[in-house]
C-alpha cells in the first residue's frame, strides 16, 4: 500500500499537457487531503457573471450592508472547479471565522455559509478574500495518480500567491516559486 501524503495548504499548478481544458494553467488551492480524496479551488480563473453584488442581490442579502462604493472593496469571484458550480466558497484571511470556516493554513481559511457574504459585504470584512463558484475534487487515489502521470506541480501556497497576485500572473508566479518557468516545462516529462 502506498503511503499518503497530505497536499493541504499545497498548490497543484497544472502541467502544459494537461488534457482537461478546464484546468489548462490552471493554480489550485488545495483545502483538503486525504485518504479519500481532496478537494480544492482552481484561484485563476475569473468569471465574468455573476459578480459578486449580483450574488448578494440572488440571495436577497444586500439589505443593511454597505454599499457597493468606494468605502466596501470588491470581491472577486472565480471558477472553483467544475464540480457543484452553483454552490459558493470563500477562500479568506484567519481574521474571520464562522461555524462553517475550516482552515488550510496559517494565512488561509475557506467558509461556505450566508454569515461569510454577510461578512465580506460589512464594512469590516476579512483582510483578504476571494469567492470561487464550484470546486475541484478527486476520489482517493485520483489526485495521487495525476500528478505520477505528470500532470500537476505542487507549491507550498503563499497569502502572495492565494490573494495578491492578479490571476493572470499566478500560473507564472507558482511556477517561478518552483524555480522553473512553462518554457522549461515538457508536457511528457520522465520520472527519475
Not at 483582510?127 to 476571494?130: A, L, R
Given at each position: 500500500m502506498k503511503k499518503h501524503f497530505d497536499l493541504?495548504?499545497?498548490c497543484l499548478i497544472?502541467?502544459?499537457?494537461?488534457?482537461d481544458p478546464r484546468f489548462s494553467r490552471a493554480v489550485i488551492l488545495v483545502c483538503s487531503h486525504h485518504s479519500g480524496g481532496a478537494l480544492g479551488f482552481v484561484l485563476n480563473q475569473p468569471v465574468l457573471q455573476p459578480s459578486f453584488d449580483d450574488i448578494l442581490e440572488e440571495l436577497n442579502l444586500q439589505e443593511g450592508l454597505a454599499p457597493a462604493d468606494a468605502d466596501r472593496p470588491v470581491v472577486p469571484v472565480f471558477r472553483g472547479g467544475p464540480v457543484e458550480q452553483g454552490r459558493g466558497f470563500v477562500v479568506h484571511s484567519p481574521d474571520y471565522g464562522g461555524s462553517s470556516t475550516t482552515r488550510v493554513s496559517d494565512f488561509a481559511c475557506v467558509s461556505s455559509t450566508l454569515d461569510v457574504l454577510k461578512k465580506l459585504a460589512s464594512p469590516e470584512p476579512p483582510?483578504?478574500?476571494?469567492m470561487l463558484l464550484g470546486y475541484s475534487g478527486w476520489s482517493g487515489g485520483q489526485l495521487e495518480e495525476e500528478i505520477a502521470q505528470n500532470g500537476w506541480l505542487t507549491v507550498p501556497a503563499t497569502a502572495k500567491l492565494l490573494f495578491h497576485t492578479h490571476h493572470e500572473m499566478q500560473y507564472d508566479t507558482a511556477l517561478s516559486d518552483l524555480g522553473i518557468s512553462e518554457a522549461a516545462l515538457s508536457a511528457s516529462a520522465g520520472h527519475a
Open positions: 493541504k495548504g499545497q497544472a502541467m502544459p499537457g494537461m488534457e483582510v483578504d478574500s476571494i
